[in-house]
């Protein structure tokens, strides 16, 4: 117990959210610009450049700010919370002119996390101002009350599982592909009559063949080689036949941006279809022209693995297996509701700002952000547990019955499984949760199986791998890459 930090994954995890990724997640957000402009511009952009937490902190109405401790914002019925400051750059007609600071809105903090004010103090000086100095924390404290952000456990993102099915649909793939600012479930399908169809987003039943020519993959011979390597499937020669009038990439766009149904003249149309490629098909790979070509590889690697299931090489996939599955961390689930409020925020501030130009006023940029907007957003959201994805209950009532439930509750992990479904292998306990999650406290009732806790020394990873000394590492153990040149043809 004293070698390992039991609660050590929701300290990290929310210091990691606010050292790393919420300034990322305002760069990849990208610029915000408002329709309407003041007088004598032309062109106006906000980006943003980089977002921090102060620590914990509270304003007196008198209008001092001073530190506070846990301890008093428990008793004072007070948000345990501090200031998030946000740098901006504003170009005004494409050329910069200056560089903003502002505070956009208060951030629960975790407490005994570095943000927090016990951060760092020796037992002595804990029970000194009135804290417990046996408190790992790992929780938040709104409005006095103690809420903890449960760790949830999903089904794994960017990774492709393959099922068969029934009806005109004889095998079918699911895959959702997160990036840092977006989740796009992905599903593909192959018909009856082995013709291999692509569904994301609005876009429904896009046939395969002229989706990989689009985003550059012209040849028939690479895709035939790309889907089978070595195999003999006859569904790749009916689906190069069925689309066989289609040979080029421009043929390719033409045809899906008729099948899509857009508007406007032959090149509006193009470059429709190109956005939508670029921004809303297997974003995880990148929003880039640069990425069009792997997303085409991907897309034939997906239905490789959907033909060895048609054709008896492989199995469906089990979901239940712990390696398709993802525990989210609360700096994650943090994350998730961070960009919606960001997104807010912004597209608020554009509003004010033209609301002030239309009254023929010149606002000031730091004036048309309203923290209010970003902090009772987060306060809400914390205090009623209804979370992106129309998930509830990710924010709970800390149980403070005793040490021991405390300890249970903060490395509770509920499923995202509805109770009322009735699924019986999702209730079980596969051999792949052995030493990773507890076989034995789950509760009775709808719930079995579904709500389940971490075991006492299991680990949750969540910082992020470097891809260039992952990709060497698996060259070392004898992986190499299908396709080797494919840095040449990007």
């Known amino acids: 117990m004293e070698e390992n930090d039991l609660l050590g994954v929701q300290l990290r995890s929310f210091e990691y959210f606010v050292d790393v990724e919420m300034t990322k997640i305002g760069r990849e957000l990208g610029t915000f610009s408002p329709r309407l402009l003041a007088p004598g511009l032309r062109d106006l952009q906000f980006k943003i450049e980089k ?17 506070i401790y846990p301890m008093e914002a428990r008793i004072r019925k007070l948000t345990y919370s501090g200031t998030v400051f946000m740098e901006f750059s504003v170009y005004e007609n494409e050329t910069f002119k200056s560089k903003y600071q502002v505070a956009i809105g208060r951030l629960p903090i975790m407490v005994r996390s570095k943000y927090c004010n016990t951060y760092g103090l020796s037992e002595e000086e804990l029970i000194r101002i009135g804290e417990d100095p046996t408190d790992k924390g790992g929780y938040f404290i709104i409005n006095g009350n103690e809420k903890l952000i449960i760790l949830s456990e999903e089904l794994g993102t960017n990774k492709f599982y393959v099922q068969r099915e029934s009806g005109s649909i004889k095998y079918s793939g699911y ?27 609005k876009y429904k039943k896009i046939p395969l063949i002229p989706l990989v020519r689009a985003l550059g993959l012209e040849k028939d011979v690479e895709i035939n080689q790309l889907i089978s390597e070595g195999e003999d499937f006859e569904e790749v020669y009916i689906n190069l036949l069925e689309f066989q009038n289609i040979k080029t990439s421009e043929d390719a766009i033409r045809y899906l941006a008729d099948k899509l149904k857009l508007t406007g003249s ?14 809303l098909l297997l974003t995880n790979i990148g929003t880039s022209p640069n990425d069009r070509l792997l997303k085409a590889y991907n897309l ?45 925020l912004m ?23 309203r923290s209010k907007i970003f902090t009772e957003r987060f306060e809400n959201v914390m205090a009623i547990g209804k979370w992106t994805r129309n998930r509830t209950g990710i924010s709970q009532a800390l149980d403070r019955t005793n040490k021991i439930s405390v300890l249970s509750h903060l490395t509770r992990v509920v499923s995202s499984i509805s109770g009322e479904a009735e699924l019986l292998e999702a209730r ?63």
């Open 428 to 490: 079980m306990a596969h051999g792949t949760h052995w030493g990773r999650l507890d076989l034995i406290e789950t509760p009775e009732g709808h719930e079995t199986g579904l709500r389940k806790n971490k075991t006492i020394l299991a680990k949750i990873s969540f910082e992020e791998v470097d891809k260039n000394e992952l990709i060497r590492k698996l060259e070392d153990i004898g992986l190499r890459p299908i396709i080797k040149n494919i840095s040449d043809k990007k």
């Open 347 to 369: 597209t608020d501030a554009m509003y004010q700002y033209e609301r002030l130009v239309k009254r023929g006023k010149i606002p000031s940029y730091t004036s048309i952000f």
């Open 266 to 279: 032959p090149e509006v149309k193009r470059e429709k279809l190109l956005s939508i490629l670029d921004n």
């Open 175 to 201: 895959l959702l592909s997160e990036s840092l600012t977006q989740l796009k479930a992905h599903r593909m399908e192959m018909t009856k009559d082995g013709l291999l169809y692509l569904t994301f987003e």
């Open 300 to 344: 034939l690697k997906m239905a490789r693995k959907l033909l060895l299931l048609a054709h008896g090489k492989i199995d469906e996939d089990i979901k239940d297996h712990f390696a398709n599955k993802i525990v989210r961390t609360p700096g994650e689930l943090i994350r998730e509701y961070f960009l919606v409020a960001l997104r807010t």
């Open 51 to 67: 977002l921090w937490l102060e620590k914990a902190d509270f304003m007196e109405k008198e209008g001092v700010s001073r530190l």
